[in-house]
């Protein structure tokens, strides 16, 4: 099968979105199918084969965050060149609903089109009243994914259709058995030691990092030995600054790690910490630390519980709650059988999200849209003329 795949958000810059691409991608490949991929892209970014840039993108503030698109003529140009010359059986486009290629992808298609919903946006008055323009690009998708049950229901509450809920995928084979870092993640015992850690943009005010700043700082008063693992994109000094100068040489920061350090410091740690406070519909960084084999400790968000298995595959605290984080903090680091006994039902859960059990699961999608169009191709006068 000869597949396109349209990512909207940069490739210069990581994300949850962007990796679920190329892992599908590789997934798809390593299956036997045959697939290119769409994404903005500076022009001497280095972009896996099968990869096609899609020009330099801008930032747009995106539900609670800031994410990097390409928008206007040149891309849509841009799009109908790459569809034209890929001449795809299916076409599978990702946030298809943000001012982004993916969007201009949908209205340049010519076949079947399947379209990925990632976020679960709780703000229903602004997908209302959007409704109307944003008709003609729903009327051309031919089915839905979404990566969550949150997710899902956004598109039967407020867009007028249902979807098929498929998770995000991990490779699991990539985390799994990796090496810590050199020196990580020392020594832990009852009343003494431990190694957290946290993965994301700490600046980032849903992403929690206060909450667990603030349980480490209570905890390290009364815990030697205690450190902190922080890994993503910020200044140092920014990070630094938020913790008392006494602690501050307990606090290593490793900066934007590479992809192919990611589960090497997920394996550094005795317990990984997801502190964030809202407008997750997945929790892919949960699945990759059970796959890399650590104990998970996150907020109490549906999105987490559901991944976590209710709690089985992982310990949930009060979301926003950072005296709850610190006593569950204490009672795993103080309890190896625990973190074992969670790490095994870890292993087991993500098993289903396995990206060749997942890719599976959307080629059955793909047939079902192939099967629905046969064959019929969409008018595409909206864009005039390259």
């Avoid at 979807?163 to 015992?189: D, R, S, T, Y």
């Avoid at 976590?308 to 949930?316: H, K, M, S, V």
Wanted: hydrophobic content about 45%.
């Amino acid at each position: 099968m000869r597949i396109g795949i349209v990512c909207p958000y940069s490739f210069d810059v990581p994300g949850g979105v962007q990796n679920h691409v190329m892992d599908l991608a590789e997934a798809l490949i390593g299956l036997g199918h045959e697939v290119s991929v769409l994404a903005p892209a500076d022009e001497d970014s280095p972009l896996p084969s099968y990869v096609v840039s899609a020009g330099r993108s801008v930032p747009l503030p995106y539900n609670g965050s800031v994410a990097r698109i390409a928008f206007g003529p040149v891309s849509t140009a841009r799009v109908r060149r790459w569809i034209t010359r890929g001449d795809f059986d299916v076409l599978h486009v990702h946030e298809p609903l943000t001012l982004s290629i993916s969007m201009l992808a949908v209205l340049s298609a010519r076949g079947p089109v399947v379209a990925t919903f990632h976020t679960a946006m709780t703000r229903s008055r602004v997908l209302s009243a959007a409704q109307g323009a944003l008709q003609i690009v729903l009327e051309r998708i031919t089915a839905r994914i979404a990566v969550s049950a949150l997710a899902r229901k956004v598109q039967v509450e407020h867009l007028d259709g249902g979807a098929v809920e498929i998770p995000n995928g991990v490779a699991v084979a990539k985390f799994a058995g990796m090496q810590p870092l050199p020196g990580w993640p020392g020594e832990c015992g009852p009343g003494t030691g431990g190694t957290l850690g946290f993965l994301g943009r700490f600046t980032e005010s849903r992403k929690g990092f206060p909450i667990l700043r603030d349980a480490f700082v209570e905890l390290a008063a009364r815990r030697p030995g205690l450190r902190l693992l922080v890994a993503g994109p910020g200044d140092p000094d920014d990070l630094f600054d938020r913790f008392p100068p006494e602690l501050r040489d307990r606090v290593t920061f490793l900066g934007l790690v590479p992809e192919a350090d990611k589960a090497r410091m997920l394996r550094s740690v005795h317990l990984y910490v997801a502190p964030n406070t809202g407008g997750e519909s997945f929790g892919m960084i949960l699945t990759e630390a059970l796959a890399a084999g650590t104990t998970v400790v996150a907020s109490d968000l549906d999105a987490f519980r559901r991944v976590l298995d209710n709690g089985r595959a992982g310990r949930l605290f009060r979301t926003g709650d950072a005296a709850a984080l610190a006593q569950t903090l204490t009672e795993l680091l103080d309890d190896p059988a625990a973190r074992a006994e969670l790490t095994a039902c870890g292993d087991q859960v993500v098993a289903n999200f396995d990206w060749p059990v997942v890719a599976r699961r959307v080629l059955e999608v793909y047939a079902a849209a192939i099967e629905a169009t046969d064959g019929r191709v969409i008018d595409q006068e909206w864009v005039g003329s390259d």
